[in-house]
């Protein structure tokens, strides 16, 4: 996939936990973990939109484009 999930990474960097953003942003644990995992083929952007409120972030700090390999060549 060309789009690279890196929540990890901001979630790290404003030293909030998984718990913590879920409750905020008012998903489940397991929804929020599968889009910090990247095990997700789409985002809600109301979830989007409410996370990067609670992370004060812009949703290019949150994913990521990545050319396909294959495509490259």
Do not use: H, W, Y
Not at 17 to 25: C, F, G, Y
Not at 33 to 59: E, H, M, W, Y
């Amino acid at each position: 996939m060309a789009i690279i999930l890196r929540l990890d990474r901001v979630m790290a960097d404003r030293k909030i936990s998984l718990n913590d953003l879920a409750e905020k942003v008012g998903i489940a644990n397991v929804n929020l973990s599968n889009i910090k995992t990247g095990k997700v083929s789409a985002i809600r952007f109301s979830t989007l939109n409410a996370i990067c409120d609670v992370l004060d972030c812009q949703p290019g700090d949150i994913l990521e484009f990545q050319r396909d390999k294959e495509k490259q060549d």
